[in-house]
């Protein structure tokens, strides 16, 4: 398919290749069909009292994100995935890593964990009695075993890319893999 083949709308519609509705998300997802979405992709609120969320209690926001995730679970596809980024929530000079307690709501939500990754930044705010969180986390979910990964598609170049094999029946041959090398999660 050619990008000038793409349907792109920014409402909800059964026709769109692309939908970019500013809504929320919950009442969004209600509007989808059971299996109609491939790929999910998202960064939610982390309960950190910016200006386009209340902050609530920690219970009270996990609730709520879990409601929201029942219905990401429902309309994700058999071979679909979720991607979902999340950092730290912090009260009263305690850290909470959200990672840790949305797993137990995806895995409810009948969502396998294929991957943990962590990304590393050099930016954000100052802690003045903790090392400064440089870091999120995204975890990775799919609802089947059988979900699409081209990982020729995301390789990153060899750091030894004409490495071979040194002894046994394939001396000589390249090692790796000529298309590059698997991305760390890191």
């Known amino acids: 398919m050619l ?13 769109a290749d692309i939908v970019l509705e500013r809504n929320d998300a919950v009442e ?5 069909r059971d299996e109609s979405v491939h790929l999910i992709v998202t ?8 200006s386009y969320e ?16 029942k219905e990401l ?28 307690y949305y797993y137990p709501i995806f895995k ?8 943990r990754v962590v990304w590393h930044f050099g930016h954000g705010l100052h ?5 400064s969180g440089r870091y999120e986390t995204l975890l990775w979910f799919t609802k089947t075993d059988d979900y699409v990964f081209n990982l020729d598609d995301v390789r990153v170049p060899s750091k030894y890319p004409s490495k071979r094999h040194f002894k046994g029946d394939k001396k000589g041959e390249l090692s790796g893999n000529p298309l590059g090398k698997n991305p760390s999660d890191f």
Do not use: M
């Open 3 to 15: 990008k000038s083949d793409l349907i792109l709308t920014d409402q909800y519609s059964t026709r």
């Open 127 to 131: 802690a003045n009695k903790r090392f």
């Open 108 to 115: 409810d939500a009948g969502l396998k964990l294929r991957n």
């Open 43 to 50: 960064s939610p609120p982390y309960n950190i009292g910016k």
């Open 54 to 69: 209340a902050r609530v209690s920690i219970h009270d926001y996990l609730d709520t994100q879990a409601g929201l995730i």
């Open 28 to 32: 969004f997802t209600k509007k989808l």
């Open 73 to 100: 679970a429902r309309v994700l596809h058999s071979n679909g995935s979720i991607c979902w980024q999340v950092g730290n929530y912090i009260e009263k000079s305690e850290v909470f890593p959200l990672d840790i």
